[in-house]
Nanobody, 123 residues
């Protein structure tokens, strides 16, 4: 059981930046895969980025490559998502999650989820 606390969402204009954080309270995520997903109204969850905390290998959705960067601070047991050059299409509820099996963008592989944090990007 890994309780997760996500934060950092907000409202920005197109081209702006946000930094999301997700802290695993009371548990270590070292050796697990942690990731970010997003879901806009009426759509299925979309895998944004993930990182295997054991070796640092990462996954990025094509739509965010070159703009988003995922990282993990094992000492703080915290996951980050740096989002630059935000676009209106990035508007969604963002969720952090932990997988004990596969890494990647398939939401059903992730067993533990934090509360969503809303990201809104205006034109």
């Amino acid at each position: 059981h890994v309780p997760l606390v996500g934060s950092g969402g907000g409202s920005v204009e197109s081209g702006g930046s946000l930094r999301l954080s997700c802290a695993a309270s009371g548990y270590t995520t070292s050796g697990y895969c942690t990731g970010w997903f997003r879901q806009a109204p009426g759509t299925e969850p979309e895998g944004v980025a993930s990182i295997y905390t054991g070796d640092g290998n990462t996954y990025y959705a094509d739509s965010v490559k070159g703009r988003f960067t995922i990282s993990q601070d094992n000492a703080k047991n915290t996951l980050y998502l740096q989002m630059n050059n935000l676009k209106p299409e990035d508007t969604a509820m963002y969720y952090c999650a932990v997988s004990r099996s596969k890494c990647g963008g398939d939401y059903f592989e992730y067993a533990y989820w934090g509360q969503g944090t809303q990201v809104t990007v205006s034109s």
